[in-house]
């Protein structure tokens, strides 16, 4: 939080600057002198939110717009991209955190370019990573890469032949002119099927979603994970489906054959391939996976409802983002469609009352509202209505290679974007008790603590060929607001000897201690 005050101070004046506004009429419109407003932008004195309110009706703007969220995850996102090894060689590993802040302020629009820049630099870097490892794997690419560097090596000879022999006979000419266009029609021709080979193999671009992955990311992160328009189309989807005699799985289905003309239907996981659900527009039919939990099928069936009958409202709640590519707009709805079918499982005003009569118990609110351990956690990020609030958590998913598929930071503890995350997470220790939850007081360098649960969570495996998958989940609060969660009972939260320290990966962590370093610090900033 003492970041954010921070923040603060600067937000203030760049306003006062872009709406042309002196310090002197500013501050007679707040009814403080010039000097302590000058002490408020320099972040000398705080901002107090009476004062914060008193801004916001002078500059004409929300009060959550003066909150410093936005700068918290530029500033996050900045201090990530500089522990960079890349930038240590430019002279940029000393940068304080005092810098980092007041650049985030002052020049936010400057820090989002420089890390889309960076991001395209990832993506082109891991790109040709991906292909440089494909190109040695398959035999035909390196064959066909071996074949056209020894045509090209002819060629070249050839031409340089030609070129330094000037008193060749014509005869002689002609013979190597004539070996050089066979050549180079044999180099056309290995080119020409190595790009039928490129659009026939049907792979994928190595980096295909992950720019996107990561602009929806900050969308949701920017909009508090909470979307009010999705929350009420929710709220109506449910009360149109759950009836007397139908309850939600019974009513949702009823409802996409009845209003949308598709018709739910279980099949073989074989006749899915690697999917566990898929829309048959053709057929009308929605088609899933026999082998999926009921609370992954009820799910599914909610997802495409959302689909079928709120794409508008999900064009709407899109709309702030403005996605950059097709791809960033498909992942963007379907993100939403998803966040819109875990409301209709878990509607808004029952949930967040279960929460708070359960104190969080994460798998008693599965019980009561019959979804995944997921499913579940995913929702608790999501309690963030003005006035009706729940308490913020974090969540992420990892693989048992330590890859995280998921992420959001929503109590406020920095998961990173890119590497891996620190080795002394709970989330990793997950996987030595399937099916446990595991509880860890957990402290940053900066002296910020998180409580923070995580259980492993399995996928039904079906024979040798399709065998079980394993995940591991994460949730989490800054450690304020442990004590109303049930996990907390009988826990010391004052302990010393109780807390974790750990950070957010090796190359952003400064601790000099940790036994389980597996790369150096290099951001230069505690």
């Not at 972040?43 to 500059?59: C, Y």
């Not at 671009?205 to 602009?215: D, I, L, Q, V, Y």
Request: proline letters at 5%; one cysteine or more.
């Amino acid at each position: 939080m003492a970041a954010r005050k921070l923040l603060l101070g600067y937000k203030v004046r760049r306003l006062r600057r872009e709406r042309r506004v002196s310090q002197i009429e500013l501050a007679k419109r707040l009814d403080i002198s010039p000097s302590y407003l000058n002490l408020i932008e320099h972040n000398r004195r705080p901002l107090t939110p009476p004062m914060l309110l008193k801004v916001a009706r002078v500059f004409e703007v929300a009060p959550e717009a003066l909150s410093g969220d936005e700068e918290e995850h530029l500033l996050t996102r900045l201090d990530e991209v500089l522990g960079d090894p890349l930038y240590q060689d430019m002279g940029m590993s000393g940068i304080s955190t005092g810098d980092s802040r007041e650049l985030v302020a002052n020049q936010p629009d400057m820090v989002q370019a420089f890390l889309t820049l960076y991001a395209a630099y990832r993506e082109a870097r891991e790109s040709a990573q991906a292909l440089s490892e494909r190109l040695y794997d398959d035999a035909y690419l390196s064959n066909s890469v071996h074949e056209i560097l020894t045509l090209m090596t002819s060629i070249r000879s050839f031409s340089e032949i030609l070129h330094d022999n000037q008193l060749l006979s014509p005869e002689q000419r002609d013979r190597f002119f004539q070996i050089m266009t066979e050549e180079t029609e044999q180099l056309t021709q290995v080119i020409n099927r190595l790009l039928d080979f490129s659009r026939e193999s049907g792979t994928p671009h190595p980096m295909a979603g992950k720019t996107a992955s990561e602009e929806i990311t900050s969308f949701i992160e920017g909009q508090g994970n909470y979307f009010a328009e999705i929350e009420d189309a929710a709220d109506d989807l449910r009360r149109k489906a759950v009836t007397r005699d139908a309850g939600i799985h019974d009513g949702l289905i009823r409802g996409l054959l009845r209003d949308h003309g598709v018709a739910v239907k279980l099949v073989p996981w074989k006749d899915l391939g690697t999917d566990v659900s898929r829309h048959d527009q053709e057929g009308a039919m929605l088609l899933l996976s026999a082998e999926l939990s009921p609370a992954r099928q009820t799910f599914h069936v909610a997802q495409l409802t959302a689909h079928l009958a709120c794409r508008d409202v999900l064009e709407v709640s899109l709309a702030d983002t403005r996605p950059t590519s097709a791809q960033s707009h498909a992942l963007g709805v379907e993100t939403l469609a998803k966040y819109l079918a875990g409301a209709v499982l878990m509607p808004y005003r029952p949930f967040l009352e279960a929460a708070l009569e359960l104190r969080y118990d994460i798998e008693a609110l599965q019980h009561r509202f019959t979804t995944s351990f997921e499913q579940t956690c995913h929702r608790l990020t999501t309690l963030q209505r003005p006035m009706a609030q729940g308490i913020p958590f974090h969540f992420m998913r990892v693989d048992i290679a330590g890859n995280v598929s998921k992420r959001y930071s929503g109590s406020g503890m920095h998961i990173p974007r890119f590497g891996g995350i620190c080795p002394r997470w709970n989330i990793h220790t997950a996987f030595i008790s399937p099916g446990a939850i595991q509880r860890q007081i957990a402290q940053m360098p900066d002296g910020s603590t998180y409580f923070c649960l995580a259980r492993t969570i399995s996928r039904q495996g079906v024979g040798y060929r399709m065998p079980m998958s394993h995940l591991a989940v994460g949730v989490g609060c800054e450690i304020s607001h442990a004590h109303g969660l049930v996990y907390a009972d009988a826990m010391n939260l004052e302990s010393q000897e109780a807390i974790t320290p750990v950070g957010a990966g090796c190359r952003f962590c400064n601790r000099g201690d940790c036994r389980q370093r597996a790369f150096p610090f290099t951001t230069g900033r505690g």
